[in-house]
């Protein structure tokens, strides 16, 4: 971790804009060149101009590889299409308009020319499949999420409203690096001028009275500090306090694409994470104003939970924290209704959906396998460690299929709110019945033919039978909540369990682990997790 960590940033760590902008046009990239092909991981194509890795030609291309993948699947309805306050945002979505008018699709952006969080998106392709159409919606959002100015992202999510699995990305990029390699021949391009409009922020922000209890939060005169971070969601907090009348004050109302206003993060970059106490610095700063505090990062898919007592909240101590209240406060969903949580979040979850008498959905890294479940209702609650969850509206029906930072901000003023505690207190009690774990992600090195051994590993190919003292007791190479492959592996103990992934970006794999028995047993776990994994790389 720099010495910087935590501090703000300074002229020197920003972001040369007009640079920026220049590259996205002027460079064009060779796709024989690994790092200057399309490529979606879990949450899009991201990258920066300036490394020839986000320009004008891949947003060109991979818009008309959504236009080709949409005809193919026979979706007809119209394209709803958002974006986030990067600098990058701005020209591809430009571009990705000339190229669906081009394209004659039916496209709808915002009405007030604002910006889209992720779920505002989401939410309007749900809105609008499930009124009784004769066709169906999808959408894109243009959006990095939470990495630094330079980058820029490019998200599609098809008619169920999530993100789009693998067989869909896989799809559209090879043939986006198919159309770039032939010199975009086949892009269809026109002036972005018969495009419609959608009231993005009104019919997400109107609706939210049919998944939170605003009532409560507004009688117990809460003072409520929201924090966009630069983002997407500005507009939108604002949006909430006028709408409810509650004690809410937006506390940065600033946007700016360097995001000059930021505290650096651990690696001294600017990065708008909530979960991050570094890049949170000085939304920390307000926490003794106010009774809960929030962040979210740019597209508002992530959320930061501050408290008075506690400061910035773990996600992981979050997210146990919403499960326990929400289905104990939720009589409108299904009785079986499960409890959806990635593989490397904590096992505080599982002590939790225990004592809940609710079946626990564990599923490998990617919010979109809570799709299915969210859609109909047969899991009420989706979220990842990485402070990322949505869940059903009080009546058990789908609100959104992606990840949504502003309705989890929103859920810990309704704890608060109804319970008399905050969301840190209620996790102290939780540690007082279940014990206390400490959590920890680590790197490891390893190269790039170690890193596709991991991904393909079998579970059986462990002959491990303890970790850290204790018996082993599963070694998953796939997910038990759907049986899918979770791209590494998981090792669990009574007290404790590693997880495994190859890192997708750099020569590293990447250990999470947990341990109940404290910070020392911890430690012992990950370095036996490095000795076991290494030993079945090598």
Request: net charge negative.
């Amino acid at each position: 971790m720099t010495d910087r960590a935590g501090t703000p940033a300074t002229e020197s760590d920003l972001v040369d804009l007009d640079a920026l902008h220049e590259a996205y046009y002027a460079l064009k990239p060779d796709v024989s060149i690994a790092e200057q092909r399309v490529v979606f991981g879990t949450s899009g194509h991201r990258g920066s101009s300036l490394s020839t890795s986000f320009n004008e030609d891949h947003i060109a291309a991979t818009t008309q590889a959504i236009v080709e993948y949409r005809a193919s699947q026979g979706i007809t309805g119209p394209l709803f299409i958002g974006a986030d306050t990067h600098a990058l945002s701005r020209p591809a979505l430009t571009t990705a308009l000339e190229v669906l008018v081009g394209n004659d699709v039916r496209v709808l952006v915002d009405e007030f020319d604002d910006f889209v969080p992720t779920p505002a998106l989401s939410h309007a392709i749900l809105a609008y499949n499930n009124a009784g159409h004769d066709d169906e919606a999808d959408g894109i959002v243009v959006t990095p999420s939470h990495n630094p100015p330079r980058d820029g992202g490019f998200k599609y999510n098809p008619p169920h409203g999530g993100p789009a699995d693998s067989d869909a990305t896989s799809w559209i990029a090879n043939r986006a690096n198919e159309l770039i390699a032939a010199g975009l021949a086949d892009v269809t391009l026109a002036e972005p001028t018969a495009v419609e409009t959608y009231d993005f922020r009104k019919a997400y922000v109107d609706d939210l009275a049919n998944i939170i209890d605003f009532d409560v939060i507004k009688t117990a005169g809460l003072r409520i500090g929201a924090d966009p971070l630069g983002g997407a969601s500005v507009h939108y907090w604002q949006a909430i306090a006028d709408t409810y009348g509650l004690d809410l004050t937006v506390v940065n109302p600033d946007v700016d694409p360097t995001w000059r206003f930021m505290t650096l993060d651990w690696d001294g970059k600017i990065r708008m994470d909530p979960s991050s106490a570094n890049a949170m610095a000085s939304v920390l700063a307000h926490r003794d104003e106010y009774d809960i505090l929030t962040g979210n990062d740019a597209d508002a898919d992530r959320h930061g939970i501050v408290t008075p007592d506690g400061g910035l909240m773990n996600p992981n101590h979050y997210l146990a924290v919403a499960i326990e209240y929400l289905y104990a406060n939720r009589d409108g969903w299904k009785k079986d209704a499960a409890i959806g949580k990635t593989l490397v979040s904590s096992s505080m979850i599982d002590r939790v959906a225990e004592s809940l008498g609710r079946r626990l959905w564990e599923v490998p890294v990617g919010f979109k396998w809570f799709v299915p479940g969210l859609v109909d209702g047969s899991v009420g609650f989706g979220g990842e460690e990485s402070a990322g969850a949505s869940f059903l509206r009080f009546d058990g029906t789908v609100w959104t299929t992606d990840k949504d930072g502003i309705l989890l901000c929103l859920l810990a003023a309704e704890i608060t709110a109804k319970t008399g505690k905050t969301p840190s207190q209620l996790y102290a009690e939780l540690t007082e019945r279940f014990g206390s774990p400490a959590y920890e992600r680590v790197d490891a090195a390893a190269s790039k033919e170690q890193k596709a051994k991991l991904g393909k590993l079998d579970g059986d190919a462990i002959t491990a039978t303890e970790l850290a003292g204790e018996p082993i007791i599963a070694k998953l190479s796939a997910a038990p909540g759907n049986g899918a492959a979770v791209g590494g592996l998981k090792v669990v103990t009574e007290n404790a369990w590693f997880a495994a992934r190859p890192s997708g970006t750099e020569d590293v794999y990447k250990i999470y682990a947990e341990s109940f028995k404290g910070a020392e047993h911890l430690k012992q776990v990950q370095a036996e997790a490095k000795q076991i994994v290494d030993a079945a790389i090598a």
